[in-house]
């Protein structure tokens, strides 16, 4: 780990009330309390080796924060409440690196099109969702992938004309790519083959910067309210203890610090703002926000596009499409006084970058960053890397931040895009780690799926849940689950200026925990089917079940 420490929490308390845990045991009455709870167990993981146990049998907590540690050798302090773990596993509370919480708020109340089989199969959903939605004018979902479908080419407006009293927009699973029908087209004068700056119009699917040319029906804040705490559900469901989101509004971060000063909003975020005008210069003029629960100091760009749809920025031209480099989304010098903005503002800057070239740029824009001052500066994705550009991540301030579900899910097909020699420097992991001596693991959701179990399996076995390929995808590139683990809860944290916060199990640290069914350092492979979170803990309150 890089010992670049310089982030200051204060700590905090939230009056939230307890679920019910049958587990619980009452030690004490309150006016003999030690600690507020008592979490104790022989399979406590700190994280700072492979050894499938620690010394620590229990961890005394005080204020939501770590206020002690127990070893074998020490008695069972007096607490409030006691929670025994017995078989069960703890761990640092998982943090996703890289989130988009309103994106996956908006897919809950949506046509959901993820894992469908081919265009037939979207059709069938879509129909279902007007019938249970009649009085809907626009028909919004999400999750197609025409990589999945027999004919793996992009569906057209006319695939959806039979819907002529709807308009349809119906997002690419990458968010890089929007099917619409011709109500749509005609509604917003796009034409066929139209090209704009950074994207491009297919028959129908709107690429990269061509999706802004609609403008979808607006929604107002009760909706949002309502969705963004279905949100924390799932993500208390899947162990999710904090998280980073990769690019907000500002008034969408406006709204989850009134959700989080009311205090309905519970699990700390660190936001990104997006890279607009407006939002960076709303916090130009108004600040940062650092606060126990959002820290928004962060800045979201993007280099190009996605590798599904063709917009990831290559050096050589599309094995399965010549003369095609994918779409360029900021130029260098545009991309330079963006660095040299954030650097001037005391932001940190994370930039999207999946294609070889736009990788390479962007390596290039940050290795001139300085190496004495705390910067972090982060590459989110790192797709497709040519091998010798790895030894930019020895610089200090270049972060790594990638979604191992990504490759898992883009390996049926990757081949074809890339081609076989350009495919093995591709979802680099190891050798990315190997020089940068850490790794931020998230998932991308709603891109990929929101369990961060997920992202463990897919970063260690490099297969999918049937086990499949045997050796695993591109084998060599797999992190242990000691090192995957670690990318999910400290290093993560570390990638956020939040390593003082959250992150670890160690006294001072806000108590947040996910405890799992299964020992995930274990020799002998655990299977994906059979792990489950059984409980998460966020500042010594059990938030899920």
């Known amino acids: 780990m890089r010992n670049l420490s310089h982030t200051v929490i204060r700590p905090f308390v939230h009056n939230l009330l307890w679920l019910p845990l049958t587990v619980l045991l009452s030690c004490s009455t309150p006016d003999k309390t030690s600690y507020d709870l008592v979490i104790s167990g022989t399979n406590i993981h700190t994280l700072d080796t492979a050894q499938s146990t620690g010394s620590i049998a229990w961890i005394g907590i005080k204020d939501g924060r770590i206020a002690a540690l127990g070893t074998r050798d020490d008695a069972l302090p007096e607490a409030n409440l006691v929670l025994q773990a017995n078989e069960d ?6 943090i996703d690196a890289h989130g988009h919480l309103f994106g996956y708020a908006e897919s809950l109340h949506t046509v959901n099109l993820f894992g469908t089989s081919s265009v037939e199969e979207c059709i069938e959903r879509i129909e279902a969702f007007i019938a249970a939605n009649p009085e809907k004018e626009w028909i919004i979902g999400r999750g ?16 959806l004309d039979r819907f002529s009293q709807k308009k349809l927009f119906l997002t690419r699973i990458d968010g890089h790519a929007a099917w619409v029908n011709t109500n749509v087209m005609k509604a917003f004068t796009i ?11 297919l028959d129908g699917i709107l690429i990269d910067q061509a999706e802004s040319l609609v403008q979808l029906p ?7 309210r309502i969705a963004l705490l279905q949100t924390q559900d799932s993500l208390a469901k899947y162990g999710i203890t904090a998280m980073t989101d990769a690019g907000l509004h500002y ?3 406006l709204l989850l610090d009134s959700l989080i000063t009311e205090g309905k909003w519970l699990i700390p975020i660190n936001a990104m703002i997006s890279n607009t005008e407006e939002d960076l210069a709303y916090f130009e003029k108004n600040g940062p926000i650092e606060k126990p629960l959002l820290r928004v100091k962060s800045v979201k760009a993007y280099l190009d596009g996605a590798l599904g749809s063709r917009g990831a920025l290559l050096r050589a031209p599309y094995h399965d499409l010549p003369q095609h480099y994918g779409l360029p989304l900021l130029s260098p010098l545009e991309l330079d006084r963006l660095r040299d ?10 930039v999207h970058a999946i294609g070889d070239s736009a990788h390479h740029v962007l390596l290039e824009s940050f290795n001139e960053l300085d190496r004495t001052e705390d910067l972090r500066f982060r590459v989110e994705h790192a797709q497709i890397m040519t091998p010798e550009d790895s030894a930019y991540y020895r610089h200090p301030n270049i972060i790594p931040s990638v979604q191992p579900t990504h490759a898992t899910s ?8 890339l081609g076989e020699h350009r495919l093995h420097h591709s979802y680099s992991y190891k050798r990315i780690l190997n020089a940068s001596g850490l790794i931020a693991l998230g998932t991308d959701f709603p891109i990929e799926h929101i369990d961060p179990l997920a992202t463990f399996f897919s970063a260690t076995t490099r297969k999918d849940r049937s086990q499949w390929p045997e050796a695993g995808f591109i084998p060599e590139q797999a992190l242990s689950p000691l090192e995957t683990l670690r990318g999910m809860t400290v290093e993560a944290s570390y990638a956020a200026f939040t390593e003082h916060h959250y992150g670890a199990i160690a006294i001072g640290q806000l108590a947040n925990f996910t405890i799992v069914n299964q020992d995930l350092l274990s020799r002998i492979p655990v299977q994906q089917g059979d792990t489950k979170v059984v409980r998460t803990i966020v500042q010594g309150r059990v938030i899920y079940p």
């Open 251 to 253: 008034e969408q971060i």
């Open 191 to 201: 034409e066929e083959g139209m090209r704009i700056s950074g994207g491009s119009v």
């Open 218 to 224: 607006s929604r107002d804040n009760s909706f949002w």
């Open 89 to 94: 596993h703890v761990y640092p509370g998982f």
């Open 144 to 159: 197609w992938d025409q990589n999945d479908w027999p004919v793996k080419a992009y569906p057209s407006a006319k695939d």
């Open 410 to 417: 883009d390996m049926y097909w990757a081949a074809e895009r």
């Open 341 to 350: 903005r954030c650097l001037n503002n005391g932001w940190q800057l994370c």
